[in-house]
């Protein structure tokens, strides 16, 4: 296939991917305001109770949320990502920081959670890293996750009354990814071979170069204490983000107990995992929904409006931080957005 064959499938594929994502977000978006699209309240109407509702912020507990999740989250997953990179080269924890930030902003303005790609082309520019190997432990940190977010989802059907089907699909995808998480394991501690000399001797040659380079990217898990420290950095991750949503709750006004709490940030992790517009749209919101309303029966109205209001203070934050990160990384949003082109097998 020539170059200029596989320019035309790549923008194919990617406008699939995309318009894939913005249908998701549409859809989401659409469960959000259905009181307008198939009910009798006009725009007018909803947008005077969203601002109503606004009323109800209390400063202190929202300055908490922002705190807990910036000062304590965000370290606490830098430290996460160096050590799942220490196998492959060291990168200070600042670092790591920085990289999170141009991963977030870049999610929310480009489709298909395309920030997790920026972010190991960035970790791959800044600290000359193979990007398979950074793309290896990137894939590490959304298993580990994920495992926790299954843990969160079990311990929260205990708690809230949630749909049984709902409780089914928690049950299912969470033995789901604790098989996958113990087959990296497996791979991690049985990994064996060396990415073999030479470029373009075949696909079979450079299928295993990528695969050894991707794999290094597991190297945390090779051993005990590796693995411990990955899952205790990940427990402690999800605590923070517990905390910060129960501050969030409290300051809109809303319960902050931990059902609240467990409900909302179980729904809001697996909601984003999905594909979707920049920065979440449609699908944040409805996961926020559904997690207030068919959960807890919060009214429509207030549930809407913090789906804004934390979505907002998230992308707001976030978008700043990120700019002000690429500026102190001396890199451009767009040399990162297609750097897995070329980077594959570096």
Known sequence: MSEGEKGRANRLRRSIFALLGITLSACGLAYVFRDIIFGDVTIGEHFKELTASTDRIEILPLLGSIAVYWLCLIVLRSLLVRHLLKPIGNLHWTQAYRYICIGFLANNVLPLRAG????????HKGANLSFPSVVGSLA?????????????????????????????????????????????????????????????????????????????????????????????????????????????????????????????????????????????????????????VEGFDVEPVIAVAFSWFSWLLDVGVSSITGAVSLSIEGLKLGELKGADNGAVTD
């Open 116 to 123: 997790e790609v920026a972010r190991s082309a960035a970790i």
């Open 140 to 292: 590490l940190e959304r298993m580990l996750d994920m495992a926790l977010l299954a843990a969160i989802g079990l311990a929260a059907i205990q708690v809230a009354p949630l749909p049984g089907s709902v409780r089914t699909a928690s049950i299912f995808l969470s033995v789901l990814l604790g098989i996958g998480f113990v087959a990296l394991i497996i791979l991690a501690r049985r990994r064996r071979g060396e990415a073999q000399p030479g470029k373009g001797r075949g696909l079979r040659t450079r299928v295993w170069n990528i695969w050894i380079r991707f794999s290094a990217g597991f190297g945390a898990l090779k051993n005990t204490r590796g693995t411990l420290i990955a899952v205790g950095l990940s427990i402690c991750i999800w605590a923070a983000a517990l905390a910060t949503m129960m501050l969030r709750l409290e300051a809109f006004g809303l319960p902050s107990s931990l059902p609240f709490g467990l409900v909302l940030l179980t729904c809001i992790g697996f909601g984003v995992a999905v594909p979707s517009a920049p920065g979440y749209v449609g699908v944040y919101h409805a996961a926020i929904m559904f997690a207030l």
